[in-house]
C-alpha cells in the first residue's frame, strides 16, 4: 500500500525558528514503516508527542553504629527505556504500520500478540543555524564532538543522532472520542539499549563498556566529579 508521504503534502518539510533553546520542531523521528519493506527509514509523520523516560533504583548504604548517616548511594540496574508517542490516526497509515509491522490497511496485524520482530527508532535533533554558524564556528564541529552521535544531515546542518534499539510495543490504544473529530493513537515502546550510533562497544573510552567515560571522572580530569573521592 503506498504511504501517505508519497501521496499527500503532509508530509512536507517547513521551517523551524532558529533559536539556542532545543524545540520540538527540530526533532525528528525515523522508523522503518511496513510500505518500505526495510529499504530505508522514513521520517514518522503527524506526531504530537514524543516522550522518553528512564530510572533506575538508587539505594543506601548504611553502618551500624556510626550514627543516623548515610555512607554511600549506590545506584541498581537501570530499567528499560520507555518511549510514548502520541500520533494522529491516518486511514491508510497507522502508527502500527509506521513501527514496521502489517496492519491496517497493509495487512492483517491487529493486536500486539501479533507481533513476532522488534523494531529499531532513530531520533535527530537538528542544531539551528545559530549553532552552526557561530557555536561551531560555520559548519566546523569541535574536534572532541566528533563521531559522538554528531551527524551531518545535509547542507552544513548538524544534529545530534541518537539510535533507540529492538523495541517492543508494550501499550497500544486508540480512542474515538465524540466531542472531538481527531481521531489519536497512543503507543508505548520498551527500549533494549539506547546509543548514539557511532561509537561501538569496546576496551577503548569512546566506547560503551565497563571503560566508558561518562564523565565526572576525577582520574583523568582533576578535580571534577564528587568530592567524595578525593584523598583525604
Known sequence: MARDA?????YQLGSSPATRV???????????????????????????TFDQSEGRA??????????????????????????????SLMYTSGIVQELGY?????????????????????????FSEIVNGFDFNG???PTESVGKGIQNVG??????????WTCWLSNYSVSFPADSAIVMEDATVMVT???????????????YGDLLDAGNNPLINSGSGSKIFSPR
Open 139 to 141: 559548519g566546523q564541529i
Open 193 to 207: 539499549d539506547v546509543t548514539d550510533g557511532a561509537s561501538n562497544y569496546g576496551t577503548s573510552a569512546d566506547a
Open 58 to 87: 538508587v539505594d543506601p548504604v548504611r553502618a551500624v553504629g556510626f550514627g543516623d548517616r548515610v555512607v554511600e548511594l549506590v545506584p541498581g540496574l537501570t530499567e528499560p527505556l520507555s518511549i510514548t508517542m502520541n500520533r
Open 102 to 126: 502489517r496492519g491496517g490497511v497493509d495487512g492483517l496485524v491487529r493486536s500486539l500478540r501479533h507481533h513476532k520482530w522488534p523494531f529499531d527508532l532513530r531520533s535527530e535533533l537538528v
Open 22 to 48: 532545543a524545540i520540538s520542531m527540530k526533532n525528528r523521528i525515523f522508523s522503518t514503516p511496513y510500505s518500505t519493506k526495510g529499504a530505508s527509514q522514513k521520517q514518522v509523520g503527524v506526531l504530537s
Open 6 to 10: 508519497d501521496i499527500a503534502s503532509i
Open 155 to 164: 547542507s552544513a546542518q548538524f544534529a545530534l543522532i541518537t539510535y533507540f
